[in-house]
C-alpha cells in the first residue's frame, strides 16, 4: 500500500535553533499534504494544509512564520520550526493525499521533538 | 466548533478479552465518522469508517456504529490479540466548510499475552 515517510521520528534542539521535518510519498503524487501537532493527551490538532506549488494554508493561532511549510514537490514537503522554544516541544504527524484519483489519506508515523 | 472526545488511555487488557473504546462527537450536519490506527513506529491507518446514522463499520474483528441520538462511534472488539496493541484515533469529517478531520487524542492499547 501507499506509504508516507516522516523524517526525523525524532529530534532533540536546543532553545533558539530550528529544526526541519520532511515528509515523503514514496509511491504516489500528493498534491495536498497536511501537518498536525500533538501535546501530550491531546488531540491532534491541524496546523496547515499545504499544496503541491503554493502557500500552505494555516490554521487559526498556527504562526505561520514560525512554523515554515515548503511543499516544492508533488512528493515531499518539509515543516521547519523556527526558533524553536521549549513550548514547541510536540509531536508532529504529516499526512499526504493520494490524489490519483483515489483521495485517500496516508500518514507519517510522526516525529517527536524536544527542545531543550 | 467540530470536536472528538475519547475514552482516555492507556488500556490494558489480556488477550482475549473484550474491548470497547468510547468516542463520542460534536458536529454541526452530519459528519463521516473514522478510526485510526497507529502501530508502533508506523503511520496512522484507516482502520474503519461510517458516513451516515446507523451505518456500521467494521474490519479486521474491530466495530463501530454511527449513533446519531447520542453522538457517538464506539470501538469494539470481542477478543483482542497481542498484535492489536497500538494507539486508536477517533475521528470525525463534516461535509460541510473545509471538510476537514478533527481527532480525538488517541488512546493507547496494550494487549499482553
Known amino acids: 500500500g501507499a506509504v508516507v515517510s516522516q523524517h526525523p521520528s525524532w529530534v532533540i534542539c536546543k532553545s533558539g535553533t530550528s529544526v526541519k521535518i520532511e515528509c515523503r510519498s514514496l509511491?504516489?503524487?500528493?498534491?495536498?499534504m497536511f501537518w498536525y501537532r500533538q501535546f501530550p493527551k491531546q488531540s491532534l490538532m491541524l496546523m496547515a494544509t499545504?499544496?503541491?506549488?503554493?502557500?500552505?494554508?494555516?490554521e487559526q493561532g498556527v504562526e505561520k512564520d514560525k512554523f515554515l511549510i515548503n511543499h516544492a514537490s508533488l512528493t515531499l514537503s518539509t515543516l521547519t520550526v523556527t526558533s524553536a522554544h521549549p513550548e514547541d516541544s510536540s509531536f508532529y504527524i504529516c499526512?499526504?493525499?493520494?490524489?490519483?484519483?483515489?483521495?485517500?489519506?496516508?500518514f507519517g508515523s510522526g516525529t517527536q521533538l524536544s527542545v531543550l | 466548533g467540530n470536536s472528538v472526545t475519547q475514552m482516555e488511555g492507556p488500556v490494558t487488557l489480556s488477550e482475549e478479552a473484550f474491548l470497547t473504546i468510547n468516542c463520542t462527537y460534536t458536529?454541526?450536519?452530519?459528519?463521516?465518522l473514522f478510526w485510526y490506527v497507529q502501530y508502533p513506529g508506523e503511520g496512522l491507518q484507516l482502520l474503519l469508517k461510517?458516513?451516515?446514522?446507523?451505518d456500521k463499520g467494521s474490519n479486521k474483528g474491530f466495530e463501530a456504529t454511527y449513533r446519531k441520538e447520542t453522538t457517538s462511534f464506539h470501538l469494539e472488539k470481542g477478543s483482542v490479540q497481542v498484535s492489536d496493541s497500538a494507539v486508536y484515533f477517533c475521528?470525525?469529517?463534516?461535509?460541510?466548510?473545509?471538510?476537514?478531520?478533527?481527532f480525538g487524542q488517541g488512546t493507547r492499547l496494550t494487549i499482553n499475552p
Open positions: 499526512s499526504a493525499r493520494d490524489g490519483g484519483g483515489h483521495e485517500k489519506l496516508f
Open positions: 509511491d504516489f503524487q500528493a498534491t495536498t
Open positions: 499545504s499544496n503541491e506549488g503554493s502557500k500552505a494554508t494555516y
Open positions: 458536529a454541526t450536519g452530519y459528519p463521516s
Open positions: 461510517a458516513t451516515k446514522a446507523d
Open positions: 475521528a470525525l469529517k463534516s461535509l460541510q466548510g473545509a471538510q476537514k478531520l478533527v
